[in-house]
């Protein structure tokens, strides 16, 4: 069993920053990405990053690229969301994801249902 523990949410302008992070603990194996997804109030939970088991390899959704950074320390199990630029429409739910990866090839997924483990969601506003 897996725990993600999400933190770094919190009411912020439009055009200011947030850094969440999120801390895996308990049983990991070396091949998993971790993932941050998001859901605004009515709406289905959306794609937001993805980063590799190595780091190396980044994905984003269109609607944050250029805005947002993933990153991952694997000598914590922790990783990151540097959040710049806001908008009120980035206000949602964060959620912290991990899949894990039966063989050494990396492919990003962006489909929530493959996801393995999630945390509780750290909560972010944006105000305009």
């Known amino acids: 069993q897996v725990q993600l523990v999400e933190s770094g949410g919190g009411l912020v302008r439009a055009g200011g920053s947030l850094r969440l992070s999120c801390a895996a603990s308990?049983?990991?194996?070396?091949?998993?990405?971790m993932a941050w997804f998001r859901q605004a109030p009515g709406k289905e939970r959306e794609f937001v990053a993805v980063?590799?088991?190595?780091?190396?390899?980044?994905y984003y959704a269109d609607s944050v690229k250029g805005r947002f950074t993933i990153s991952r320390d694997n000598a914590k199990n922790t990783v990151y969301l540097q959040m710049n630029s806001l908008k009120p429409e980035d206000t949602a739910v964060y959620y912290c994801?991990?899949?894990?990866?039966?063989?050494?090839?990396?492919?990003?997924?962006?489909?929530?249902?493959?996801?393995?483990?999630w945390g509780q969601g750290t909560q972010v506003t944006v105000s305009s």
């Open positions: 994801a991990v899949k894990y990866y039966s063989g050494d090839y990396y492919y990003p997924v962006l489909d929530d249902r493959e996801y393995d483990y």
């Open positions: 308990g049983r990991t194996f070396s091949h998993y990405a």
């Open positions: 980063v590799s088991w190595s780091g190396g390899n980044t």
